[in-house]
């Protein structure tokens, strides 16, 4: 992680805020006492900040991510927030042109505490204006971030400030409400978490808390920058802006009891499926759900728009796959326009092809898992379809998928990848030889012997329907 102070253009104008009730420009002379901006442009999921001071709480990890530090002022948490152009790497093999907070895209999360008062200032380094929606967050009308509506857009080159007391615990979101089209589609976005200042009814305490955000991009093959444009036919499908297998596994200790804290900003739902286990749903961004309306599920739908707290022990050992049930969002650089060619013959046009384009392969007459396993020539900067490398060999996914590793040696609070697991003998699924009983009898011919005649006895229907 590293920081440098950011030397801001333009005219900054205004007076400074001080508890009042709408997002206001910084003046020139306090740019001075801002929090330094702390950037983090690696995609690795750094370890869970501590909380170095103010009231203790149990941080979170956030998937393919870190947490934003603060300064204590006054009794204040401050927090600095860049708008910037940002580089992220989707997987290994593809970087994209984003925007994002503080060097990456989502930004960091925000963690605070019930009760807590926050100010948060946001410089704006994009070519456009933007502003910051506290998702969920109950607030004075003035720091809701609707550009227009409750403030003044934030102009390239200036700083905003908010502030406000986080009042209720949960999970919760930050992104635009300014060009917010374009803004979330180039990966504007981010966490926050507010943790209950005391022991909560409806909230548990949990060994392992992680987070992320479900996103999408339209990123041609070959190139970098998103289509904003885009309604429904995205071509990655990412976590915190990351495609399997760039995304990291969950590694827990038997035992746990894990939280994982889901937010959709992509333009359709995501069914979250987890093998291997139960869960429930104990919060959405409307705070807790009492444990009386909760029910044991594998899957939970994630709508556009919503978190999703799940919780569940992890108590069976193995590299359990948790991914979106949507197949075609468990793939990279889709194509929508592919015909379908199962059981079509393509050997002779393949021929023909390959004499106007050397090297060109027929694909899909035995359908698509050939992609996994094959070392296709693509564009450069572009990932394949299905890819990640299991144990067995490839595992045949992308996008919205990666592991729960459970494991029984797993060292209490580390959330270090402890490898494949290895399944105990007589634990796997495995060739059929016949070792547990006499394969039927072939006849000399190659066709299995005559069944025995069986008479059945037919009941056909009466002329009458009774009525149906």
């Not at 746990?256 to 139960?278: A, Q, S, Y």
């Not at 594998?298 to 728009?305: F, K, L, M, P």
């Not at 900067?381 to 996008?399: C, E, R, S, V």
């Amino acid at each position: 992680m590293t920081s440098r102070r950011h030397f801001l253009t333009g005219a900054l104008s205004g007076a400074a805020l001080v508890g009042s009730a709408a997002a206001q420009p910084v003046k020139r002379a306090s740019l001075l006492n801002l929090p330094e901006p702390v950037l983090q442009t690696r995609a690795d999921t750094l370890p869970p900040l501590t909380p170095p001071n103010g009231r203790p709480y149990r941080p979170v990890l956030t998937l393919n991510g870190w947490t934003l530090p603060w300064r204590m002022k006054d009794g204040v948490k401050e927090f600095h927030l860049v708008a910037e152009p940002v580089l992220r790497e989707i997987a290994p093999g593809m970087i994209a042109r984003l925007w994002g907070y503080n060097g990456q895209s989502p930004g960091p999360t925000i963690e605070v505490v019930e009760g807590d008062r926050v100010r948060l200032f946001v410089t704006n380094k994009l070519p456009e204006v933007t502003t910051v929606h506290w998702h969920g967050q109950r607030l004075p009308n003035g720091m809701d971030g609707v550009s227009g509506l409750t403030q003044p857009a934030i102009p390239p080159g200036q700083t905003y400030v908010y502030e406000f007391v986080a009042r209720r615990p949960g999970t919760f979101m930050y992104h635009p409400h300014a060009d917010e089209m374009v803004q979330m589609a180039m990966g504007l976005m981010g966490m926050w978490v507010t943790h209950p200042r005391q022991r909560h009814p409806h909230i548990s305490e949990v060994d392992r808390d992680v987070c992320f955000l479900l996103n999408a991009y339209d990123i041609e093959p070959g190139a970098s920058t998103p289509k904003v444009n885009t309604m429904l036919d995205f071509n990655l499908w990412t976590w915190n802006s990351r495609a399997f297998p760039g995304i990291d596994s969950i590694n827990v200790r038997q035992g746990d009891r894990v939280r994982l804290r889901i937010g959709n900003l992509t333009m359709t739902n995501h069914p979250i499926h987890l093998h291997g286990h139960e869960f429930e749903v104990t919060g959405t961004d409307g705070g807790p759900v009492p444990p009386s309306a909760r029910w044991p599920e594998v899957t939970t739908d994630v709508a556009v728009g919503q978190m999703r707290q799940i919780e569940f022990i992890a108590d069976e050992e193995g590299d359990w796959a948790l991914h979106c049930h949507k197949s075609h969002h468990t793939m990279n650089a889709m194509g929508h326009n592919v015909p379908n060619l199962i059981g079509v013959p393509q050997q002779d046009l393949a021929r023909q092809i390959n004499q106007l384009i050397p090297g060109y392969m027929a694909m899909g007459e035995h359908g698509m898992h050939e992609m996994a396993e094959m070392d296709m020539e693509i564009p450069d900067n572009t990932l394949p379809m299905m890819t990640g490398q299991g144990p067995f060999g490839a595992i045949g996914m992308g996008g919205m998928f990666t592991t729960l590793k459970v494991r029984r040696d797993q060292a209490p609070g580390s959330y270090k990848d402890p490898g494949w697991f290895r399944q105990p003998p007589g634990t796997t699924a495995r060739l059929w030889k016949g070792e547990l009983g006499t394969p039927p009898e072939v006849s000399p011919h190659g066709s299995a012997p005559a069944a025995s005649s069986v008479e059945v006895t037919v009941r056909k229907p009466g002329s009458s329907h009774h009525g149906h």
